[in-house]
C-alpha cells in the first residue's frame, strides 16, 4: 500500500511569489490535514480536510489556503509569501469518518522563501 | 483549548539505558494522547496511542507510556536504549474524535554509544 506522497519535496521561491503543494493520501484514507513545521514553532496545524470540506482550522492567515478533490487528493496554497513561511510543510491522512488522531504522514515540501 | 508541553527540548542517554520522555497536556474534556516520531528527513511516524481502556500503552520498538489522568500526563519510556531510537519524539493530543490533533515542541533523543 503506497504512503503518502507529497509533491514537490523542495522548492525555492522568493518574497511575493506564491506556490502550491500537493499530498496523495493513502488509498482509501478520507481526511486530510496538513502541518507547517518550523524549528521555532515546531509543528503548527494549518487546516484538516474530509470529503472536499474543511473540518478544521489554525491560526494562519488568509494567505494560506488549501482545498480537496473527489478523490481525496488534498492542495494547499500559499500567497503573496514570506520569508517567515520557509518551513518544512507536512501533509497526513487518516483512514476513519471521525478523526482518531492516527495520522500517516508524508515526508513533506519543504519551502525555501528567498 | 488542548495544548502540550514536554519537558527537555533535549534528552541524551547512553545506549542500553532508560529512555524516559516527558509529556503533560491540557484538555477540557478525556483526550486522545499520541506519540510520535521523526527521523531525520523523514514524516511524523506514530509510535503509540491512548484513547480509552489501559492507561498502560504498549507501542512499537519497545516503547510504552502511561496515562496519568491526576497528573496530566503521558510520559514515554522504553527499558534500553539503541542507536536506532535517535530521533525527535512529538507527543500529541486531540480533544474529540472531531479535533484536530495538537502536538507538543517536541524532543530529541541522542544516544550516545
Known amino acids: 500500500k503506497a504512503g503518502v506522497t507529497q509533491t514537490p519535496r523542495y522548492l525555492i521561491k522568493t518574497r511575493g511569489q506564491q506556490v502550491t503543494l500537493s499530498c496523495s493520501p493513502i488509498?482509501?484514507?478520507?481526511?486530510v490535514s496538513w502541518y507547517q513545521q518550523t524549528p521555532g514553532q515546531g509543528l503548527q496545524f494549518l487546516f484538516e480536510?474530509?470529503?472536499?470540506?474543511?473540518?478544521n482550522k489554525g491560526n494562519f492567515p488568509g494567505r494560506f489556503s488549501g482545498r480537496q478533490f473527489s478523490n481525496s487528493r488534498s492542495e494547499m496554497n500559499v500567497s503573496t509569501l514570506e520569508l517567515g513561511d520557509s518551513a518544512l510543510y507536512l501533509c497526513?491522512?487518516?483512514?476513519?469518518?471521525?478523526?482518531?488522531?492516527?495520522?500517516?504522514f508524508g515526508e513533506g515540501s519543504r519551502l525555501t522563501v528567498l | 483549548a488542548q495544548s502540550v508541553t514536554q519537558l527537555g527540548s533535549h534528552v541524551s542517554v547512553s545506549e542500553g539505558a532508560l529512555v524516559l520522555l516527558r509529556c503533560n497536556y491540557s484538555s477540557s474534556v478525556p483526550p486522545y494522547l499520541f506519540w510520535y516520531v521523526q527521523y531525520p528527513n523523514q514524516g511524523l511516524q506514530l509510535l503509540l496511542k491512548y484513547t480509552t481502556g489501559a492507561t498502560l500503552v504498549k507501542g512499537i520498538n519497545g516503547f510504552e507510556a502511561e496515562f496519568k489522568k491526576s497528573e496530566t500526563s503521558f510520559h514515554l519510556t522504553k527499558p534500553s536504549a539503541h542507536m536506532s531510537d535517535a530521533a525527535e519524539y512529538f507527543c500529541?493530543?486531540?480533544?474529540?474524535?472531531?479535533?484536530?490533533?495538537?502536538f507538543g515542541p517536541g524532543t530529541s533523543l541522542s544516544v550516545i554509544p
Open positions: 488509498s482509501g484514507h478520507r481526511s
Open positions: 497526513a491522512s487518516e483512514s476513519g469518518t471521525w478523526s482518531t488522531g492516527e495520522l500517516f
Open positions: 480536510y474530509f470529503s472536499e470540506t474543511q473540518r
Open positions: 500529541a493530543v486531540s480533544a474529540t474524535s472531531y479535533d484536530k490533533v495538537i
